[in-house]
Structures are given as structure tokens and as C-alpha cells.
């Protein structure tokens, strides 16, 4: 019985053996990426094996340790007593070919728990590396996306800034523009107020004016009036 369960493990391990060796070249097919790989492990099929692998490996990892206890220890235990039957001389030759038989089997399983062990192990780091470098590629794209994006506000961020520029530039012609404008604003006021200043004198000359002719033609009756009443008295001592 102890026999068919030891057989019934070594095949259960050389099963995994070959399923771990068709998952290894797996992950070495260059046109599958490691991207591809890491969404393949994450999807929700896998979500549930993958909720539970670190049982699992540990579950395989103890078994595999195990056997390969029992072949070091069936190794031990059968190493020289094919010897020891020869030496005594009592026992049958089947009994030395079971024990060789007993030795390869041990040997045999030695070698197949020990390959699974190391192929185990080389599996497990496999599948670490695989989500690593997919986690540092979307990492390495986001960057990248991340980069493109800087690079165009950066460049944006320019344009705006020489457009800004030019319209401080033409601000400042627009200022000085409009300084001049000002000025001559100024200039034309005071012409202006030079302007009604000399019409308000104009005015004033020419009241002034008006006002010397009306004197003066007052005058001028007066004086006539003068005449006129001088002129009767002398006309009669005539």
C-alpha cells in the first residue's frame, strides 16, 4: 500500500513536472508579452486560482519536500546492502535485485522530487518576474504618456507665453500711442483755452471799440450842437 501511494505521488509530481516545464516554455514564447501574461493572471477566471497560490505552492512545495526526504532517506537505507547479501551468501538473487530495484526507484525519485523542487522554485520566480516587468511597462507607459502630456502643456505653456509677449509688446506701443494721443489732447486744450482767451480779449476790443465809437459819435453831436449854437448869435451881429 505504502508502495502504490509513493508510485501514485511520483506521478501526481511528474505530472506537475511536465505541466510546470509546459508553463515555463510558455512563459519563454517570445510573441507573448509580458503584459499579455500579467492581464491574462489577473482576469477574473484566474482571480480565483489566483486568490489561493500561495497555499497552493506551499501545499506542492511541502509535499516535494517531503518525497524528497523519503528518497534521500530510501537512498540511505538501500546505498551497500546489495553488498551485504552478497557477503552473508543467504539470500536469494531476487532478494539483491529487489533491493537495486528498490535503490533505482529511489534514486529515480531523488532526481524527479529534486528537479520539481528546483523547476517549482524557477516557476514561482518566473511568474513574480513576469508581473513585475508587466506592472514596470504600464508603469513605463504611464510615464511615457505622462512625458508626452508635459511635453505638450510645456510646449503650449510657450506659444501662450510668446503670444503673451507680443501683446505686452503691443501693449506698450499701445501706451505709448496712447501717451502721445494725451499729449496732443493737452495741446489742443491749451490751444483751446489760448483760442477763447483771444476771443474773449477779440470780444472785449471790440465792445471796447464799439463803445469809443459810440463815445465818439456823442462827441462829434455835441460838438455839432456846439456849432450850431454858436453860429446864430454871430450870424446876427452880422
Known amino acids: ?69 523519503d528518497s534521500i532517506r530510501e537512498m540511505y537505507v538501500y546505498t551497500g546492502q546489495d553488498k551485504k547479501v552478497d557477503i552473508t551468501g543467504s539470500a536469494s538473487p531476487s532478494a539483491q535485485e529487489h533491493i537495486l530495484m528498490r535503490l533505482f526507484r529511489a534514486q529515480r525519485n531523488f532526481y524527479i522530487t529534486g528537479i520539481s523542487l528546483f523547476l517549482l522554485v524557477i516557476l514561482r520566480t518566473m511568474l513574480i518576474r513576469v508581473s513585475q516587468i508587466a506592472k514596470l511597462e504600464a508603469n513605463g507607459e504611464a510615464i511615457h504618456k505622462q512625458a508626452v502630456s508635459a511635453g505638450a502643456m510645456n510646449k503650449t505653456l510657450l506659444e501662450e507665453n510668446a503670444a503673451l509677449k507680443k501683446l505686452t509688446a503691443e501693449k506698450e506701443d499701445l501706451l505709448e500711442d ?9 495741446k489742443v486744450k491749451v490751444a483751446e483755452r489760448k483760442a477763447e482767451q483771444s476771443k474773449a480779449d477779440a470780444e472785449a476790443m471790440r465792445k471796447q471799440s464799439e463803445n469809443l465809437t459810440m463815445e465818439y459819435d456823442r462827441l462829434l453831436k455835441e460838438h455839432q450842437d456846439l456849432q450850431d449854437s454858436v453860429m446864430p448869435g454871430d450870424k446876427k451881429d452880422d
Open 178 to 186: 496712447i501717451k502721445q494721443v494725451e499729449e496732443l489732447k493737452e
Open 1 to 69: 500500500a505504502l508502495d502504490e501511494a509513493t508510485k501514485s505521488s511520483i506521478k501526481a509530481v511528474v505530472s506537475t513536472q511536465s505541466t510546470g516545464i509546459a508553463l515555463a516554455l510558455c512563459l519563454c514564447l517570445p510573441w507573448v508579452s509580458c503584459k499579455r501574461w500579467h492581464r491574462i493572471f489577473t482576469s477574473s477566471i484566474m482571480g480565483v486560482i489566483t486568490a489561493y497560490v500561495n497555499w497552493i505552492f506551499l501545499c506542492f512545495l511541502s509535499c516535494l519536500v517531503v518525497l524528497f526526504a
